[in-house]
């Protein structure tokens, strides 16, 4: 079946702790996305990459960090400047230069102890 | 200022009480219109995307419509599986700048449906 894999679906981080999320996809999707949900906010954009080996900010990349070096997948890294990281991130992909839908995996929680 | 608008925050409906979910978006250029499905703690499950005013769209109890200005999706005797938050999604033409057309989320319509 096709679809995006998000792993892990917990994960707890110490302050001051870079972390890895793991997101990857079969869908042959060119463009894919991180996100990030908070209570009472909607999604908000972190990093998005349209092609391989290219990435671009989205409204709130601070903290964060990405790499695309594979069509499949495209891991999110929070990084220790990141001042509030407990969230849910969600990754998506969707067809690049098209005005389609996006797919979600199924997030990952990360709460900072 | 908020560009994409969902109300009521939360709706609380007995099993066959119908109703509607609303969005508007405030910033011309639109491109598409999506709706969502999300259970807690999973991620969102797509279910419409809206291209132009006048469009509908269908499935099982749920019809999402479109004008100009806001996009309404409307619950037909729901039952409690139908229980979920409801998002909302705009894409703008890459020329209003930011994230060139990337997906832009309401905050969502809790919806609760009791038996």
């Known amino acids: 079946d096709g679809g995006i894999t998000q792993s892990p679906k917990y994960l707890f981080r110490k302050e001051g702790q870079n972390v890895t999320l793991s997101c990857e996809q079969n869908l042959n999707h060119d463009a894919m996305y991180w996100y990030r949900q908070d209570p009472g906010q909607g999604l908000r954009l972190i990093y998005y990459s349209q092609i391989v080996n290219d990435f671009q900010k989205g409204d709130i990349a601070e903290g964060y960090s990405v790499s695309r070096e594979k069509k499949e997948s495209f891991p999110l890294t929070v990084t220790s400047a990141q001042k509030n990281p407990t969230a849910f991130y969600l990754c998506?992909?969707?067809?690049?230069?098209?005005?389609?839908?996006?797919?979600f995996g199924q997030g990952t929680r990360l709460t900072v102890v | 200022e908020d560009q994409v608008t969902q109300s009521p925050e939360a709706l609380r409906l007995q099993e066959g009480e119908s109703s509607s979910l609303n969005c508007s978006y405030t910033v011309s250029g639109l491109r598409g219109l999506f709706w969502y499905r999300q259970d807690p703690g999973k991620g969102p499950e797509f279910l419409f995307t809206l291209y132009s005013a006048g469009e509908e769209k269908e499935k099982e109890r749920l019809k999402a419509t479109l004008t100009k200005k806001e996009s309404f999706l409307h619950i037909t005797a729901p039952k409690p599986e139908d229980s979920a938050t409801y998002l909302c999604a705009v894409q703008f033409s890459p020329n209003y700048g930011g994230s060139q057309g990337n997906l832009i989320f309401g905050k969502g319509t809790k919806l609760s449906v009791k038996p």
């Open positions: 998506a992909s969707s067809i690049a230069g098209r005005y389609t839908e996006a797919f």
